[in-house]
């Protein structure tokens, strides 16, 4: 599966000083050489690796581009496990452009997404695993999903599932051993023991199943829905909550038709923010869309952010109350009464104690208690700042040590719930006494949905999806 053409592209963001471009390929020493010109010493093509050399690159007209700072690192000991060579020069779109195309008018190609770390996963340099890292360290956005990147990347995830692997492996030598030798009367192992081993197999893979609900709220950011009446000041909250003008904001009833999304970094945790739809009686086909849109949002989140205008007439927000709190059944609710700076104490009073009045009759299995309530003006950014400190201890996110294993990745997560059901299945057929052949067929494909993570079984199909998602350059 290995190409042997020879890739270049930008490796570097505009934006800084310095641009560096990428070749990798078994002629990327011989292209680059022909534009390459070193100040003083040997020609490129005779320097060791791992050096790095200063010299001038000339177009295909031997028009001097730039001086710049050329690295070398012969294969297999570089990122893609090819010759490589990095080209760092001055950041101008135009040397850029014309270095690129004249590495192609000499017979290197545009590399496509992800393309060089998919050559460094076909040259045995990672797994797939550690090279679905690489982006997960690029997007990481927070301390918590950078250090669960980093760890992943250093091959924590992968040691974890090589040791299933191997414990899997060595429950399927038994097994099959014992249909080999079934008629000498031969046992490698009693079924008590082959039972333990298994739960102590499963026992690992469903705390990495049950780690995921972390791992992808560290990664994606805790998803926190905005919901309420219609003219509450929803997304009011959401631009005072993301300090910039996200979502239109008008008097108008229904100016929100379908959900706006934010990502606010506090405290050093990530949230994603949804504004929704204002729940009211409609006719409007496309208002009634939006409204579905937000019990739809509700129902996936975490939190929520129920938003009570204390102006407003009891039987609309009654009326909102018993569509929203049921779906609120197991998720962090607080109730947020805007519009404080507008609004005296008494009014403001009565409408906390009504809202807390609604919770207990709609909302069975929240999770909620009576300080869970804030007011707040949207608008002038009214303890705004008491609302954060909620977000943060409803997120009650565990700090994650540098070598911790959890997972992030929603492929990762499909298939060992997919080995998990294999490992529970083994362990059935052993209790109902199945044959042997049969219960290691299970024992095979929970080892292919783990082999599946790491890259070991792997299509190209899966492979191109995982990789397209990259930044060109990586």
Known sequence: MINNDTICALATAQGGALNVIRVSGSKAVEITASLFVPRNGKPLKERKTHTVIFGDVFDVRGELLDEVLLTLMRGPRSYTGEDTVEISCHASSYIARELLMNLIAK????????????RAFLNGKMDLSRAEAVADVIASGSRASHRLAMNQLKGGFSRELAQLHDKLLHLTTLMELELDFSEEDVDFADRTQLTALCVEIEKVIARLVDSFGIGNAMKNGIPVAIVGETNTGKSTLLNALLHED????????GTTRDTIEGVMNIG?????????????????????????????????CNIALWVVDPTMDKEKIETAAKRLLPLCSGKKLCIVVNKCDATDSLTLSQAMDYAVAL?????????????????ISAKLGTNIDRLQD??????????ISSDAVVVTNVRHYEALCLALADIQRVQQAMRDGFPGDLVSEDLRQCINHLSEIIGTVSSDSVLQNIFKNFCIGK
Do not use: H, W
Not at 246 to 253: E, H, M, N, Q, T
């Open 390 to 399: 909620f977000l943060l201890t409803a997120a009650a996110l565990p700090e």
């Open 268 to 300: 050093g945790t990530t949230f994603r923010f949804i504004d929704t739809a204002g729940i009211r009686v409609t006719t409007d086909i496309v208002e009634q869309m939006g409204i579905e849109r937000t019990l739809d949002e509700l129902s996936k």
């Open 107 to 118: 017979g290197a190609r545009q590399a496509q997404p992800g393309e060089f770390t998919m």
């Open 246 to 253: 996200r979502a239109i904001v008008s008097d108008i009833s």
């Open 359 to 375: 919770v207990e009759e709609y909302a069975d299995g929240v999770e909620y208690d009576k300080e869970n309530i804030c007011a």
